[in-house]
C-alpha cells in the first residue's frame, strides 16, 4: 500500500518564527500586573483634534472602506506634510499609499520590490519586525553591526555585505531600539552605495518627530539621485498616540506604487477608515509648536528614565530620538538576557525586553530596551520601583 505523505504541516519557515519577545513580555507583565516599559504602546493622550473627529466621522457614516491607497484628504494633507516637514515632493494621486500602519506599509512595499532569496541590508541592532517581514518572504537579511559604543556607521563594514544578490537597504531613523538617528553624512554614504550598486534603500521615519538635543532627522529620499530608489514610510501612530488605530503611510516613486498598493489591497485592503478622517484632521489643524512641544515633553521622558536605571546600577546609552533606551542589565541576575527581563519584572513589576530581540548571533544578552512612551503616573512608578528595588 502506497504511503502518502503527510500535507497536513507547517510552511518551512513557521518553527523558526517564534512568539516576539517583545510580545511575551507584554503578556507576562499583564500577568502579574506590572508597569509595561517593554512595548513601544505609547499610552499617552490622543490630540484632541484628532479624537473629536474620529468620533464624527464614525457617526457621519465614514465606516465602509475607502479607495486603496486612502481617502483624499489625508493623501493631500501627507503631501503638505512630506514638502513641509521632510523637503520631499510627492503627488498625492500616485505616489503616496495610506497604509494601515508603517507596519503594513513595510509589508507591502517589500512585497512589491523583493523576490524570495534576494538580500537585504538590515542595520544592527534592528527592528525585529523588520527582519521577520523579511524572513517571511524567504528574504536573506544581513546583519551590519553599528559601533558598541556610539552606534556609528561602519560604511566598509556596509561595502563588504553587499554581493550581488542585494536588492535593498533598510534604515530605521530615529532608530528603535537604540534611538540612533543617522547624520547626513551617514546617509550619503549608504546613498553612495546604492547608487553604485543599484540598490532601493527602505527607509521607516516613524519616529521622525522624537528627536532630541543638536540631532536633526533627514529623509533619505531628499538627497541627490535617491527619490527614485527609495521608499519612505512613516505614520501617525507614534505622533498621534495612537498605536491601535492602524493609520501609516509610504511615499514613492509612482513606477514602484502600483504594485505597493495591489499588495496592500490584497493583505489589508485598506487602512480604518474613519481613523483616516481623524488624521488628516490631525495633519491640518496642529501647529508647529505640537510637534516641537512633544520632542521637548519626551526628551523630559527619556532623561527621567535614564537617571533611573543609572541610580539602579544599569547603564543606559542615550538615544539621540525615538522613545526606547538600551541599558546594561550585567548587574543583573541571569545567563541571559530573557532571564534578566524576567527578574526585573519579578523584583520591580518593570517590564523591558531582552536585548537579544534586536541583534543577531547571540549578541545583546546584556542589555535591555525599556519604552518611555509612558503617562507621567507611571512612568514615575516604574522610575520609582527600578531605584527602590535595585
Same mark, same amino acid.
Given at each position: 500500500?502506497?504511503?502518502?505523505?503527510?500535507?497536513?504541516?507547517?510552511?518551512?519557515?513557521?518553527?523558526?518564527?517564534?512568539?516576539?519577545?517583545?510580545?511575551?513580555?507584554?503578556?507576562?507583565?499583564?500577568?502579574?500586573?506590572?508597569?509595561?516599559?517593554?512595548?513601544?504602546?505609547c499610552?499617552?493622550?490622543?490630540p484632541e483634534?484628532v479624537?473629536?473627529r474620529?468620533?464624527?466621522?464614525?457617526?457621519?457614516?465614514?465606516?465602509?472602506?475607502?479607495?486603496?491607497?486612502g481617502?483624499?484628504?489625508?493623501?493631500?494633507?501627507?503631501?503638505?506634510?512630506?514638502?513641509?516637514?521632510?523637503?520631499?515632493k510627492?503627488?498625492?494621486?500616485?505616489?503616496?499609499?495610506?497604509?494601515?500602519?508603517?507596519?503594513?506599509?513595510?509589508?507591502?512595499?517589500?512585497?512589491?520590490?523583493?523576490?524570495?532569496?534576494?538580500?537585504?541590508?538590515l542595520f544592527?541592532?534592528?527592528?525585529?519586525?523588520h527582519?521577520? +517581514?523579511?524572513?517571511?518572504m524567504r528574504?536573506?537579511?544581513?546583519?551590519v553591526p553599528?559601533?558598541?559604543?556610539?552606534?556609528?556607521?561602519?560604511?566598509? @563594514?556596509?561595502?563588504?555585505s553587499? +554581493?550581488?544578490?542585494t536588492?535593498?537597504?533598510v534604515?530605521?531613523s530615529?532608530?528603535?531600539?537604540?534611538?540612533?538617528?543617522?547624520?547626513r553624512?551617514?546617509l550619503? @554614504?549608504?546613498?553612495?552605495?546604492?547608487?553604485?550598486?543599484?540598490?532601493?534603500?527602505?527607509?521607516?521615519?516613524? $519616529?521622525?518627530?522624537?528627536?532630541?538635543?543638536?540631532?536633526?532627522?533627514?529623509?533619505?529620499?531628499?538627497?541627490?539621485?535617491?527619490?527614485e530608489?527609495?521608499? +519612505?514610510?512613516?505614520?501617525?501612530?507614534k505622533?498621534?498616540?495612537?498605536?491601535?488605530?492602524?493609520?501609516g $503611510?509610504?511615499?514613492?516613486?509612482?513606477?514602484?506604487?502600483?504594485?505597493?498598493?495591489?499588495?496592500?489591497?490584497?493583505?489589508?485592503?485598506?487602512?480604518p477608515?474613519?481613523?483616516? $478622517?481623524?488624521?488628516?484632521?490631525?495633519?491640518?489643524a496642529?501647529?508647529?509648536?505640537?510637534?516641537a512641544e512633544? @520632542?521637548?515633553?519626551?526628551? =523630559?521622558?527619556?532623561?527621567?528614565?535614564?537617571?533611573?536605571?543609572?541610580?539602579?546600577g544599569? +547603564?543606559?546609552?542615550i538615544?539621540?530620538? =525615538?522613545? $526606547?533606551?538600551?541599558?546594561?542589565a550585567?548587574? /543583573?541576575?541571569? @545567563?541571559?538576557?530573557?532571564?534578566?527581563?524576567?527578574?526585573l519584572?519579578?523584583?520591580?513589576?518593570?517590564?523591558?525586553?531582552?536585548?537579544?530581540?534586536?541583534?543577531?548571533?547571540?549578541?545583546?544578552?546584556? /542589555?535591555?530596551r525599556?519604552?518611555?512612551?509612558?503617562?507621567?503616573?507611571?512612568l514615575q512608578?516604574?522610575?520609582?520601583?527600578?531605584?527602590?528595588?535595585?
Open positions: 500500500m502506497r504511503t502518502v505523505e503527510n500535507r497536513l504541516r507547517l510552511s518551512e519557515i513557521a518553527p523558526g518564527l517564534v512568539q516576539s519577545e517583545i510580545r511575551a513580555m507584554s503578556v507576562e507583565c499583564d500577568r502579574v500586573g506590572g508597569i509595561n516599559l517593554a512595548q513601544g504602546v499610552d499617552t493622550g490622543v483634534a479624537a473629536e474620529a468620533a464624527e466621522a464614525i457617526a457621519e457614516g465614514y465606516n465602509i472602506y475607502t479607495r486603496l491607497d481617502i483624499a484628504p489625508l493623501r493631500e494633507a501627507i503631501a503638505q506634510k512630506l514638502a513641509r516637514h521632510n523637503g520631499i510627492a503627488d498625492p494621486d500616485g505616489e503616496i499609499l495610506v497604509a494601515s500602519g508603517a507596519t503594513g506599509g513595510f509589508y507591502a512595499a517589500c512585497m512589491a520590490l523583493l523576490d524570495p532569496g534576494d538580500e537585504v541590508i544592527e541592532p534592528f527592528y525585529g519586525y527582519l521577520n +517581514t523579511l524572513a517571511a528574504v536573506r537579511a544581513v546583519s553599528l559601533a558598541d559604543s556610539n552606534w556609528a556607521l561602519d560604511v566598509d @563594514a556596509l561595502r563588504s553587499i +554581493t550581488p544578490r536588492r535593498a537597504v534604515i530605521n530615529p532608530s528603535n531600539p537604540c534611538g540612533k538617528v543617522f547624520s553624512a551617514e550619503e @554614504a549608504v546613498a553612495a552605495l546604492a547608487l553604485e550598486h543599484d540598490l532601493f534603500v527602505i527607509t521607516d521615519e516613524i $519616529y521622525e518627530y522624537f528627536v532630541y538635543g543638536e540631532a536633526r532627522h533627514i529623509s533619505m529620499a531628499t538627497l541627490p539621485g535617491m527619490a530608489r527609495t521608499v +519612505t514610510i512613516s505614520g501617525l501612530s505622533t498621534f498616540s495612537i498605536t491601535g488605530w492602524r493609520v $503611510y509610504l511615499a514613492a516613486d509612482r513606477k514602484w506604487m502600483g504594485a505597493i498598493g495591489y499588495f496592500h489591497d490584497l493583505t489589508y485592503v485598506c487602512a477608515s474613519p481613523f483616516q $478622517y481623524a488624521t488628516a484632521a490631525g495633519l491640518v496642529l501647529p508647529e509648536t505640537f510637534y512633544m @520632542a521637548r515633553e519626551y526628551q =523630559a521622558r527619556r532623561d527621567q528614565l535614564c537617571a533611573a536605571l543609572t541610580d539602579a544599569l +547603564t543606559p546609552s538615544p539621540e530620538g =525615538a522613545y $526606547y533606551v538600551l541599558a546594561d550585567t548587574p /543583573l541576575p541571569g @545567563a541571559a538576557a530573557r532571564e534578566k527581563a524576567r527578574h519584572l519579578r523584583k520591580t513589576g518593570v517590564a523591558a525586553v531582552a536585548g537579544t530581540a534586536f541583534f543577531s548571533n547571540g549578541r545583546g544578552d546584556h /542589555l535591555l525599556f519604552c518611555f512612551a509612558k503617562r507621567d503616573e507611571d512608578r516604574a522610575c520609582a520601583a527600578l531605584r527602590a528595588v535595585l
